[in-house]
Structure formats: structure tokens, C-alpha cells
């Protein structure tokens, strides 16, 4: 996934086997099945130490792919869109309020 982790990556909650579940498969995934893997995922986000960090990383690094700090890929484009729009302080408060659902 990455090339130096970061020191927040230690106390993940997606660390080991379950990290499958964060990302796509190598084959085509119905909605539905994307929709359960990334609700699964999620739910595993909300109780993680290290939600905001991940979140701020994956949206740092314009990430496109998985679940990280709770989000989507879509919802995360969202997100930087916005922040393309409005800047730099409006990303933060954005991922304030999406780390609060
Ligand atoms: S917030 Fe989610 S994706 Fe990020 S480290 Fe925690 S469990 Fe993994």
C-alpha cells in the first residue's frame, strides 16, 4: 500500500487480514457487494483510533482507491472538490464534520 508508512498506520484498525475489506477486489464488484464491503469498512473506521489522520492523510495524498478514515472513494473526491473550490480551511472543517458521523 505504501512505500514508508506513517506512525499513525501502527495503531490502525484495518491492520492484518481484514484490510481486504477496505479495498476493491481484482474482479468486477456488483453495487451492492460495494456497497456492504464499504458499510463493513466504515463501521470498522468509526472505532478507530486514528480516523482524522487517515482521513487527512488519504486526502493529502489525493488517494483514489478504498475506504480510509471512513471514506469512500466518491466521498472523498467530494471532499477535495469542495476544498478545490473553497480552499484549504473549508477541507478541514469538511473532515471535522465527516469525522463526527
Ligand atoms: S480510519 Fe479506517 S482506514 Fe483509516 S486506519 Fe482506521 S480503520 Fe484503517
Known sequence: MLLESPPWQERAACRGPIAKVFF????????????????????ICRACPVRQPCLDY??????????????????????????????????????QRLSAR
Do not use: Q
Open 58 to 95: 488519504a486526502l493529502s495524498i489525493r488517494e483514489r482507491h478504498g475506504v480510509w478514515g471512513g471514506t469512500s472513494e466518491s466521498e472523498r473526491l467530494r471532499l477535495i472538490e469542495r476544498s478545490d473550490r473553497s480552499g484549504p480551511t473549508d477541507l478541514t472543517d469538511l473532515t
Open 24 to 43: 476493491p477486489p481484482d474482479h468486477p464488484e456488483p453495487r451492492s457487494a460495494r456497497d456492504a464491503r464499504e458499510a463493513r469498512a466504515k463501521a
